[in-house]
């Protein structure tokens, strides 16, 4: 068990910018989950994924974001035209049953 | 849709001593899962405690336990014999089984300062 990957650990990018993040979830576990985490706040939900399958979104997804799961491996959230209002810690995690498991997240500054 | 509450935003402790985070929640569903999940600095969330809503017995894990009030829908944390490495911030969360999927619902969040 390598635990949940995120990559990169912390990015910086200008606005108007496309940025594009990747998870690894721990490779049994077939549910995975993106969260974003302002400063001083709880994690926010932003789409779930079983499988390959994206089976929720959440109104916090704009059009401006997209997230993937090809063959239901690794996941990539990618934000296009970045705004200030983007920069945030994005939180990966992967579950199996009722136990999750988050990654280390990455921080996205928008300047 | 489910709300969870965290009523305080900083909370501070002795080593050695006791202290307790509160948590409410709201929902319509009779069957869920809350946990306290732990966000040290390095920002990696660890599970502390789970707790299944069915489950009438609260829930222990070494020092830490909880005090689950399904009518009054509470959840506190309870840490006994703190330690300077429990210092962190402390998210309630909550889990529907039903009309809201497996997402987790957090709470904003407190901060445990630990003093030696």
């Known amino acids: 068990d390598t635990g949940v990957s995120q990559d990169p650990r912390h990015k910086i990018t200008k606005r108007g910018q496309n940025v594009t993040f990747r998870c690894d979830p721990i490779s049994e576990h077939n549910r995975l989950y993106w969260y974003r985490q302002t400063l001083g706040q709880g994690p926010e939900f932003l789409t779930y994924?079983?499988?390959?399958?994206?089976?929720?979104k959440s109104r916090l997804l704009s059009d401006r974001f997209s997230a993937e799961r090809p063959k239901g491996s690794f996941s990539t959230l990618e934000i296009q035209r970045t705004e200030q209002g983007d920069s945030a810690m994005y939180l990966c995690a992967s579950q199996r049953s009722y136990g999750y498991t988050f990654g280390s997240g990455t921080r996205l500054t928008v300047v | 849709a489910q709300t969870v509450t965290q009523s305080q935003p900083e909370m501070s402790v002795q080593e050695a001593e006791t202290v307790t985070l509160s948590c409410t929640y709201d929902?319509?569903?009779?069957?869920?899962?809350l946990f306290w999940y732990k966000q040290p600095p390095s920002r990696q969330m660890i599970l502390v405690i789970r707790?299944?809503?069915?489950?009438?017995q609260n829930a222990t894990e070494n020092r830490f336990s909880v005090n689950f009030q399904k009518a009054a829908k509470s959840f506190s944390l309870k840490i006994s014999d703190s330690q300077l490495g429990d210092a962190a911030m402390y998210f309630c969360a909550y889990r529907g089984l039903m009309e809201y999927g497996n997402k987790l619902v957090f709470g904003a969040g407190t901060i445990l300062r630990v003093k030696s």
């Open positions: 707790q299944e809503a069915y489950k009438q």
């Open positions: 929902t319509s569903e009779s069957d869920y899962y």
């Open positions: 994924f079983q499988n390959e399958a994206q089976l929720e």
